[in-house]
């Protein structure tokens, strides 16, 4: 779910799945890169020859949410068409303290876009052919380091086509060099929502008229099957804590009913509750962002299970890595993330 600055916690609000700094940063921009360096590639042969898109996008991709630098369609994988946002100056300025570039290095992004290009051959290396074929766009953007990293965001109410965005900011080091282990881990953990979210696992619903046997994304306004990756994650995993994890969304939900001036209140107190609850649960979460929501636990353990060795403990934190050894299909999917990860290194 896009959730917004700082933590980025208010999961009750808006309808973006995220991967923030807390849940998937293992390093930080001051280390020194590995691969991929957009400043030694920034020459004439790179120079932006997409087709433009049609100005419809205009509408997705100017949310106001962080600085949108370029904005792709996505034709079975490829990416076909672009449309180039004008950078605002007072947006720019809102985000100044936080973003590393200058406006004119922001620019340049938009008219050599091989850093954007670069990122899409991970995504499109990690996401086996069917969950790529579902991203029908692909939102280039920025809003500093530590923020957001990325999302995914449904743009149809039948949950098969999906925005899929990443921050130049976090997905490159200052050096210019590509940060490939958390570009992976974040590309992972967005593949994991597509999975777990996507059309045969969850539908949209009122709460009046779901199905009272199976897990209800309240947050989301979504059901799930019984068979559904998620809705057995949380009958394993949630369904003794989820009570006491949702009240105190619904009680302090109200907090922040559309009024930006209340917004901040609401994130300190959201990302307050959250540590006391990783802290009182910790044996049970793989990573203390998973203790954000049943979706976002999901997905960081979806990204334990496919990027590192299988768990021979028998803690709560090591069954939910294990739980997606289950299903045949999954570790299928980890096969084809290992065997892109290890072409890499």
Not at 167 to 195: Q, R
Not at 229 to 252: G, L, R, S, V
């Amino acid at each position: 779910m896009k959730l917004n600055r700082k933590y980025l916690l208010a999961i009750l609000l808006l309808i973006t799945l995220s991967c923030t700094a807390a849940g998937c940063s293992y390093q930080n921009n001051d280390d020194p890169g590995t691969a991929g360096n957009y400043n030694q590639n920034n020459n004439a042969d790179n120079q932006n020859t997409y087709r433009t898109a049609n100005s419809s996008l205009a509408g997705l991709a100017d949310h106001g949410d962080y600085i949108v630098l370029a904005y792709f369609e996505v034709d079975r994988g490829e990416l076909s068409a672009v449309y180039l946002p004008e950078i605002d100056q007072d947006m720019f300025n809102d985000y100044a303290d936080f973003i590393e570039y200058s406006y004119d290095e922001l620019s340049a992004f938009q008219e050599n876009l091989y850093a954007a290009e670069v990122l899409w051959e991970v995504v499109s290396g990690i996401f086996p052919d069917h969950y790529l074929n579902q991203i029908a766009y692909f939102e280039f953007f920025t809003d500093g380091t530590d923020d957001f990293l990325g999302a995914i965001e449904e743009v149809t109410s039948s949950q098969d086509a999906f925005v899929f965005s990443l921050d130049v900011s976090d997905m490159f080091y200052n050096s210019g060099d590509l940060n490939y282990p958390l570009l992976i881990d974040t590309v992972t953990h967005e593949l994991a929502h597509i999975i777990t979210l996507g059309p045969s696992q969850v539908a949209w619903v009122e709460e009046e008229d779901s199905n009272p046997a199976t897990y209800y994304i309240f947050e989301y306004d979504l059901d799930t099957e019984p068979d559904s990756y998620i809705n057995q994650f949380f009958n394993h995993f949630w369904k003794d804590i989820h009570d006491e994890w949702a009240a105190f969304y619904y009680e302090y939900g109200v907090l922040y009913e559309g009024d930006e001036d209340k917004y901040a209140e609401y994130q300190e107190i959201v990302q307050d509750y959250i540590d006391d609850f990783y802290d009182k649960y910790e044996e049970r979460f793989l990573t203390d962002y998973a203790a954000t929501s049943p979706t976002e636990d999901i997905a960081e353990s979806f990204m334990i299970f496919a990027l590192q060795e299988k768990p021979q403990g028998s803690r709560i934190r090591d069954q939910k890595a294990l739980f997606f050894y289950n299903y045949p299909k999954l570790i299928e999917v980890r096969n084809h993330i290992q065997e892109f990860v290890r072409d890499i290194y």
